[in-house]
């Protein structure tokens, strides 16, 4: 039985080398899907799929990890990845379904609800660090895929600004803790708020740093939040449109659905349960 002949990934195609073999291979339609915010002890979890068309089109000069890029550079590729991706979706978590299930488990259930959210069926997956199954399609968790996948570090500039934009927000609404400094991560200056003020709604209480200023560091991780801190932000998933505007109107709490090639959102995807919970720098 003779093998399949291995693709070759080209150096010189640099980010774009991984999913251009892959189109080789007849791989037309590769998804990435990564997320933001979870190191953060407060904010949302966000995570985004995006597909990006083949050719030069798909290229958009200076796109790289999130994480890598200035707040100014992440806001124009944004918008670029918004107009010249062929589908792209966001979905957002609240900290209460963080409490509640868990961070891994809410982590692969937002990138599998963005892609299973993805107008078009990808033809292959690729995720930045964590497989995820339940797609149906074939698929590669791969390392720093946010700096070696085009479509990863797409979604993860998605996902980043999303949820910078949402932290901005609940910075008016609570202008204690200094949210659109830190982004809801760990830092010296979010601590003394913290020990001051004491956590608000939008703080995830199954964190150590958390529950420790809220007295409930002996209960467990998913029985720490109160009932008096639970939010109404759903992560329900509505459909958007292909504007910019209609991404930022994920900053009301709810999960958005962004489709450049205008065609309807199938419906999401919903799993469950488990995961270990800390926070980190951002």
């Known amino acids: 039985m003779l093998s399949p002949p291995k693709t070759v990934v080209r150096r010189e195609g640099g980010i774009y080398a991984l999913e251009r073999a892959l189109q080789r291979r007849g791989f037309q339609l590769v998804a990435g899907a990564d997320e933001a915010g979870r190191g953060a002890c407060a904010g949302p979890l966000v995570a985004a799929a995006v597909v990006l068309p083949a050719g030069k089109r798909g290229e958009i000069d200076g796109l790289t990890d999130s994480k890598l890029l200035t707040a100014a550079a992440r806001e124009r590729i944004y918008a670029e990845v918004v107009k010249r991706a062929f589908v792209y979706s966001v979905v957002v978590i609240p900290p209460t ?12 259930a937002a990138m599998r ?10 033809e292959y997956v690729l995720t930045d660090g964590f497989a995820v199954d339940g797609l149906g399609v074939p698929g590669l968790a791969v390392w720093k895929g946010d700096q070696v996948a085009a479509c990863v570090a797409a979604a993860s500039v998605l996902a980043k600004v999303t949820r910078d934009r949402i932290m ?22 979010h601590n003394t708020a913290l020990a001051e003020h004491g956590p608000c709604v939008e703080h995830r ?10 007295g409930r560091a002996g209960s467990p991780p998913r029985a720490r939040r109160p009932v008096s801190a639970e939010s109404d932000r759903p992560s329900v998933v509505s459909s958007g449109g292909t504007s910019a505007e209609a ?3 994920v900053g009301t709490g709810w999960s958005t659905v962004g489709v450049a090639s205008e065609q309807q959102p199938r419906p999401p995807t919903w799993v469950g349960e488990d995961g270990q919970m800390k926070g980190g720098q951002p």
Do not use: I, Q
């Not at 379904?97 to 692969?108: I, K, S, T």
């Not at 209480?205 to 809220?214: Q, T």
């Open 97 to 108: 379904e963080v409490d509640a299930r868990g961070l891994h488990v809410c982590n692969l």
């Open 113 to 122: 609800r963005a892609l299973a959210t993805l107008s078009v069926r990808p």
């Open 168 to 189: 901005v927000e609940l910075d008016a609404e609570f202008p204690a803790y200094g949210f659109a400094d830190h982004k809801g991560y760990v830092t010296a200056e």
């Open 205 to 214: 209480y199954s964190y150590a740093n958390v529950a420790a200023v809220s």
């Open 247 to 249: 991404m930022a109107k």
